[in-house]
């Protein structure tokens, strides 16, 4: 089993940027693809960015070139770096993990179905 804690989020202005942090506990030792989702008031869960053990990523278009995703392996911790953030940005901001996933083209459209998902952390954009 992993656990995942999200931290980072808060309110930010137009334009402005974030760092969200996922700290993994548990079996981390079992290679895990891990990603971002979020979800807005009154819409579905969204696949923001997706990466797996060997590094490939995957992104969603609406944050391609703005927000970036990276593993620190020594500290079990995933991030989601995003810069330029937009009001439609706006949505609260969840860290999944599933061991039997691969990051490819589009892959970023099933991290809301992974395994392993944290509580969320809330971004607001104004």
């Known amino acids: 089993h992993v656990q995942l804690v999200e931290s980072g989020g808060e309110s930010v202005q137009v334009g402005g940027s974030l760092r969200l942090s996922c700290a993994a506990s548990?079996?981390?030792?079992?290679?895990?693809?891990m990603g971002w989702f979020r979800q807005a008031p009154g819409k579905e869960r969204e696949g923001v960015a997706v990466?797996?053990?060997?590094?490939?990523?995957d992104y969603a278009d609406l944050v391609k070139g703005r927000f970036s995703i990276s593993i620190d392996d020594a500290k079990d911790t995933l991030y989601l770096q995003m810069n330029s953030l937009k009001v439609e940005d706006t949505a609260m901001y969840y860290c999944?993990?599933?061991?039997?996933?691969?990051?490819?083209?589009?892959?970023?459209?099933?991290?809301?179905?992974?395994?392993?998902r944290g509580q969320g952390t809330q971004v607001t954009v104004s």
């Open positions: 999944a993990a599933d061991p039997e996933r691969v990051a490819f083209r589009g892959a970023h459209e099933h991290v809301p179905t992974f395994e392993y």
């Open positions: 548990g079996n981390t030792d079992t290679t895990l693809c």
């Open positions: 990466i797996d053990s060997d590094g490939t990523t």
